[in-house]
């Protein structure tokens, strides 16, 4: 059972234009949403995050968007650079014993820059 | 970047043997996680210690234990390795504060033939 889901496993965007990456998520529990960037032979890297009481973030080039009622949330990168070629993970956070936090991942959308 | 080292970074072992992947981290972080990757599936969550000798399960820990006798080290062993647990694993650490978000360490890349 899928609790969070990235429907698409890539996408091609071109250098300078916006690129959209999609995040779907069943349990409304879920109280923060992050989006972690990797890069290959290295861990995730923490990139922004979304409090579930906002519908907006943004930080520089990168914009999150969230809607509770579709359960649906949007990573927006607007300019897109070479260097933002990587694997997106978007991620959804419960807490479980003593404030542990436990992180559950989309599968991944494969995001390639071409200049 | 956060100060979480893995160990090691790669290893290839045979199918029975046991492995031990060790996580260290100079963060002096509450929490500390064990994650695995794996096509199709992103990471999963394996275990996790909320503090010294306390770990709990998490969604995928058939085959797999951890020890944390120390605050910067957790430890996630494979008892007899099988080939399903081929994968991509990575260590991550938090902080008590609520808002903080997890910090993952750089993974260690385990094929069991």
């Known amino acids: 059972d899928q609790q969070v889901k990235q429907n698409s496993p890539s996408l091609s965007v071109q250098e300078g234009r916006i690129s959209i990456l999609n995040c779907d998520y069943t349990?409304?529990?879920?109280?923060?949403f992050l989006w972690y960037k990797k890069y290959p032979a290295e861990g995730p890297t923490f990139l922004i995050s979304?409090?579930?009481?906002?519908d907006k973030n943004e930080d520089g080039r990168f914009t999150v968007f969230l809607n509770k009622s579709a359960k649906h949330l949007s990573l927006h990168i607007v300019p897109s650079q070479p260097g933002d070629s990587a694997v997106y993970f978007c991620?959804?956070?419960?807490?479980?014993?003593?404030?542990?936090?436990?992180?559950?991942f989309g599968q991944g959308t494969r995001l390639t820059i071409n200049p | 970047d956060a100060g979480i080292t893995q160990s090691p970074r790669h290893k290839v072992t045979e199918t029975g043997t046991p492995v031990t992947l060790r996580c260290h981290q100079t963060?002096?972080?509450?929490?500390m996680y064990w994650y695995r990757q794996d096509p199709g599936h992103g990471l999963r969550l394996i275990h996790y210690?909320?503090?010294?000798?306390?770990?709990d399960k998490g969604e995928v820990s058939d085959g797999y234990s951890v020890s944390r006798s120390k605050t910067e080290d957790f430890l996630l062993t494979l008892e007899s390795a099988t080939s399903s647990q081929t994968s991509v694993y990575f260590c991550?650490?938090?902080?008590?504060?609520?808002?903080?978000?997890?910090?993952f360490g750089q993974g260690t890349r385990l094929t069991v033939v």
């Open positions: 991620a959804a956070r419960g807490f479980i014993i003593q404030g542990a936090q436990k992180l559950v």
């Open positions: 210690s909320y503090g010294v000798k306390d770990t």
């Open positions: 963060e002096n972080h509450r929490y």
């Open positions: 991550a650490i938090s902080e008590v504060y609520k808002n903080t978000e997890a910090f």
């Open positions: 349990n409304s529990m879920f109280d923060y």
């Open positions: 979304i409090s579930s009481i906002k």
